[in-house]
């Protein structure tokens, strides 16, 4: 039995290709068979949005509406590995697996806030969190709203804000998480002084926001490793966690996949790069040209089911950082098909 997509309203049963301007991709027509699932789309694709703008009518036989399609369970990627459909088409609807891979915006340091948010959009990838470059720490509560506008506007969804140096002054504590409650920041990267972690714990639990703690690698006197976040929040309150950076974890010759399993359980923010050296030397390189076993850390991710922000901080290229964020998005695209 054959059926095409229709946008809502057209009745017609001719089979016709139907073009969705709203999102990054052209649908040509879906073809059921006894045996097989064909779809035609071009690479850039979320089944979800196709679903929500388009209903599914059948060539020859009754009408098969967006509810029915919905109640078969075509919706969502975990049943639709129930019903037996190829993992290829599982991959095209969400080429990451589940994982919530973005970028953070001091990859995109050069440029302004619209332009960031354009090649964001542009790498094919829905969530952001924001430096303060793109969003300054002394803006108006307006100015942080605006900002968030902006973001949901384009499609993309808001992860966080930082990595923030944080000194142990109440009135600045105040201040930034002022500045991510407004903006709608559920997570606040960052680096406080050990002296103020108690007030940041605080904060944390009155304005019910997660902190991720980010490590610094070889020249960091803090938090060097993640394990050394991991030792100062663990008996603390549950919103206080890490951010670890992988780059930095390598640098200072730790085993990464051995990190995230035992930090998942405070872990609200990953920042995936690569590095050429694991040595405190080492230099950002474009994602899958460097040393680090990304295939074994996109596998450990996976592993703890982690559902934070997995972001890009492509470092290297600041002029002209698209090539290497696009290859780096590629290649962890290419790992996770694998």
């Excluded at 340091?109 to 829905?126: C, H, P, W």
């Excluded at 605080?202 to 020249?219: C, F, Q, S, T, V």
Aim: net charge positive.
């Amino acid at each position: 039995m054959g059926y095409h997509l229709a946008r809502r309203g057209d009745r017609t049963s001719k089979p016709a290709p139907t073009k969705a301007s709203r999102f990054t991709f052209h649908v040509s027509r879906i073809t059921f068979h006894a045996s097989r699932f064909t779809f035609h789309f071009s690479p850039i694709f979320h089944l979800e949005k196709c679903l929500d703008f388009l209903t599914v009518e059948p060539m020859k036989t009754n009408r098969f509406t967006r509810r029915e399609f919905v109640k078969t369970g075509l919706l969502g990627c975990t049943t639709l590995a129930g019903m037996g459909l190829p993992t290829g088409l599982l991959a095209a609807a969400d080429p990451y697996h589940g994982l919530k891979v973005g970028i953070t915006t001091y990859t995109l340091r050069k440029f302004s806030l619209d332009q960031a948010i354009a090649m964001t959009r542009e790498a094919g990838v829905k969530y952001i969190s924001l430096k303060e470059v793109h969003l300054a720490l002394k803006s108006t509560k307006e100015q942080r709203q605006e900002a968030r506008k902006k973001v949901e506007a384009a499609g993309l969804v808001l992860m966080g804000g930082g990595v923030i140096y944080i000194k142990n002054n109440e009135e600045e504590i105040r201040n930034i998480f002022d500045y991510a409650r407004d903006a709608g920041m559920p997570t606040i990267v960052c680096s406080p002084d050990l002296d103020a972690l108690d007030s940041v714990e605080k904060m944390a639990k009155k304005y019910d926001l997660r902190i991720a703690i980010h490590n610094h690698g070889p020249g960091d006197k803090k938090y060097p490793s993640p394990h050394d976040v991991w030792r100062l929040v663990k008996d603390r309150d549950a919103r206080m966690g890490l951010c670890m950076d992988v780059g930095h974890t390598v640098r200072i010759g730790e085993d990464p996949v051995a990190a995230i399993k035992e930090c998942a359980s405070r872990m609200y923010e990953f920042h995936m790069k690569d590095v050429n050296s694991a040595t405190a030397s080492g230099k950002p390189v474009e994602v899958g040209k460097g040393v680090i076993d990304i295939p074994g850390v996109l596998k450990a991710l996976l592993a703890v089911k982690f559902g934070y922000h997995v972001a890009l901080e492509y470092e290297a290229e600041a002029d002209n950082p698209m090539p290497g964020v696009l290859g780096s998005y590629a290649y962890m695209r290419k790992v996770l098909a694998s």
